[in-house]
């Protein structure tokens, strides 16, 4: 059973058709019987000068003579377009007089035309001119048309050919006309409607397709493609549905993921909570040992509260509702203050740090909290990884319009196969870094304030060699 957006949209078509196709035959019809009319009055037309050419033959004292050949030939004429055409013709002197009317008489008629108006056109027609006037002859009618030639003898116009027809016998029969286009014009509302029933199946079909598909995903069933080929709207619509598909998958897959992993790691601090409290309670844990294990209770629970923390920042920097509160600043004092606070975790460690700055100062135009948390982050994996007696180098240098900012460590580095994956949510993974190091969210959200800022990060790293960061910030004298 067709739909309704189906039969609306047919119907629209084969209105549309059915109205084109009306229009185009009363215009044609209107055309043609215009054109068989004009056809005809320069028929009549023609009729009259006809009889010009014959008066021209003979001099104009011999013309109207019985005994003269010419005048039967004149007479005859007359006759024929009376019966032809329905059409009287008289002969006009340049006096005025009428000298001869259709056939009903060989002798001349000196009938006077002395009317004003008559006169007025007489005397165009005498001038040369042609003309044509309805309803010259109030005795002849409103509904005669007059057509007016000159005739001349030896270049002279010596008087005016009036041919009389009434508008009736300029109508032309337009009957078979009509007939023909009618017949046209059902073949091609006929052809039309099949052609419209067709397009408009075609037409709907990918919009049932994209429906149905949208169907599927309403119920959960995200593998749903459209097939839909071609280059046109309705395939690149196809197109767009299907990566607008790919993407829903991709994002449901990344929210399962992401609960997965948010479930994680909560539960694994809540869990040694839960074990060491639970432990106090009951006696398991002796109270002289309570104290180290509260230790590691509150260690937890500011575990949980940076990850809670850090979860927030995630989702406010993925939102865009972080706003940047810019400035200039010197980004140089802001990574020395930020080593000051790992100044013991260095000194425990024995970890040998090398500053190099190109420039006293490099100013930038930035967030300075946001860069300082990019900066204590990275930071803060180098301390953290590295092994006793490891080295921390860390480096700027401008380059055109742009800080490059280099901190790199002499760690255990990073696999090749994880590499891609080191600015994903939750990487850990104790592929690369030992478990319980980290909420593995700090490089996301590393990424995340430098992509708000415009602005790139790039990791190189060698297994067993260390890892270096290099990220970008504009310089203030730039903006």
Known sequence: MKSKTFWRTFCAFAATLLFTVVLIAVLMV?????????????EVRTQAYSVSQLLEQRDVNLLFRTDNGINATIEWK????????????????????????GSSDQSTIQERLDDP????????????????VQGLFSELGDHIITIGVPWRLANQVMGAVLLHISVDSLEVD?????????????????????????????????????SSAVSDFASGNLERRVEIKGNDEMAQLAASFNQMAQDLANLEESRKSFVA?????????????????????????PPE??????????????????????????????????????????VNELIACALIKYEKQIEDKGIS???????????????????????????????????????LNIKTHSVDDLCYVTIQDTGIGIAPDDLPFIFDRFYKADKAHTSGKGTGLGLSIVKKILEQHGQTIQVTSTLGKGTSFVFTLPLADKN
Not at 117 to 132: A, F, K, P, T
Not at 261 to 285: A, K, W
Not at 355 to 369: E, I, W
């Open 30 to 42: 209107t055309m043609v019987r215009s054109e068989r009319m004009r056809a005809l009055e320069e």
């Open 289 to 330: 040992e309570q104290g180290k294990y509260m230790d590691v209770v509150l260690s937890e629970t500011k575990r949980l509260t940076k990850l809670v923390a850090e979860l927030l920042d995630l989702s406010r920097f993925e939102s865009g509702k972080f706003p940047l509160n810019r400035k200039a600043f010197d």
């Open 117 to 132: 108006e008559v006169m007025q056109q007489i005397y165009r027609v005498l001038s040369g001119e042609e003309i044509r």
């Open 78 to 101: 007359m006759k024929e377009i009376l019966e032809n055409y329905g059409a009287d013709i008289w002969i006009v002197n340049s006096n005025g007089y009428v000298i001869a009317r």
């Open 261 to 285: 992993s948010v479930s994680h790691e909560l539960r694994s601090p809540l869990t040694c909570i839960q074990g060491y409290i639970q432990g106090m309670q009951d006696g398991t844990i």
């Open 174 to 210: 337009y009957s078979d006309i009509v007939t023909k286009v009618s017949i046209a014009g059902v073949l091609a509302l006929l052809v039309g409607t099949v052609m419209a029933y067709w397009i408009t199946r075609k037409q709907l079909l990918p919009i049932k397709e994209i």
């Open 353 to 391: 740090v090398e500053v190099a700055f190109r420039d006293n100062q490099c100013m930038v135009y930035a967030d300075s909290d946001r860069i300082n948390q990019v900066v204590t982050n990275l930071i803060d994996n180098a301390v953290k990884f590295l092994s006793q007696g490891g080295q």
